[in-house]
């Protein structure tokens, strides 16, 4: 548990610089246990400490741990080049607290993505050293064989890659679908793997990270929510 004054609070939960967090404290804007907190000063202990700004109740966190349904054509980038960045799906305050995305999905593929502030979760989770499998529904150009699905199984060889790479599992679900986890997360890699054993991916989606599925956290294209302890444990590498 940590206690600290008013404005500070505000700062790190991202609602802006100490200066305005001031104002905002001053204006009667911030409210703690149903009254005006006015005094910027006034030290709270922040371990399950609620606070109402504009009328909207936030509760502090140290740290934010998010999970986000990601629409196509967005970019997984603070500065985005040609497409809306993923941050601007999230409340504002999320892009003060410096809040990036765990790894990247392509402008066009939809599905489960982390988002978090804190650097060693997101530096932990990058690392292709941790075997974390990651589920994709690709659709292909090509009419799936038994022989794409036993090659992707073998493993194929990628340019700038010093061995193959191989699929953990690798299932047709249709003439045109593909169920394919991976655990080494590398650039482009289901699109790479099809495209190195003779078909095209028209289509990706990543339905799940680890034993995180989007089906359980219930949440639509385009939205997000956070992730609780028990959530983040589902993120544990694969034995």
């Not at 409210?31 to 509760?59: H, M, Q, R, S």
Request: some cysteine; proline content about 5%; charged content about 20%.
């Amino acid at each position: 548990m940590s206690k600290l004054s008013l404005d500070r609070i505000l700062q790190s939960q991202g609602f802006g610089t100490r200066k305005y967090c001031r104002a905002l404290i001053e204006d009667g804007d911030v409210i703690i246990d149903g009254a005006p907190a006015t005094n910027y000063k006034t030290t709270y202990e922040t371990d399950g400490l609620v606070l109402t700004v504009f009328d909207e109740e936030w509760i502090y966190r140290a740290h934010l741990y998010l999970a986000l349904y990601k629409p196509a054509n967005f970019e997984c980038s603070r500065k985005p080049s040609h497409h809306p960045g993923v941050l601007t799906l999230l409340p504002e305050q999320f892009t003060w607290r410096e809040v990036q995305p765990v790894g990247r999905l392509d402008h066009d593929t939809t599905g489960l993505l982390l988002m978090s502030d804190d650097g060693p979760f997101i530096h932990a989770q990058s690392s292709p050293k941790r075997h974390v499998p990651k589920i994709y529904q690709a659709t292909t150009e090509q009419p799936i064989t038994d022989a794409l699905v036993a090659e992707l199984l073998k493993g194929v060889q990628l340019h700038d890659e010093p061995a193959p790479l191989a699929a953990v599992s690798c299932i047709a679900r249709g003439d045109h679908q593909l169920e394919i986890v991976l655990e080494q997360g590398k650039y482009h890699q289901v699109k790479r793997m099809l495209a190195a054993a003779g078909n095209h991916c028209s289509a990706l989606h990543r339905s799940a990270i680890g034993g995180l599925t989007l089906e359980a956290l219930g949440i639509a294209e385009g939205e997000w929510c956070y992730l609780t302890d028990e959530q983040l444990a589902l993120l544990a590498p694969s034995a």
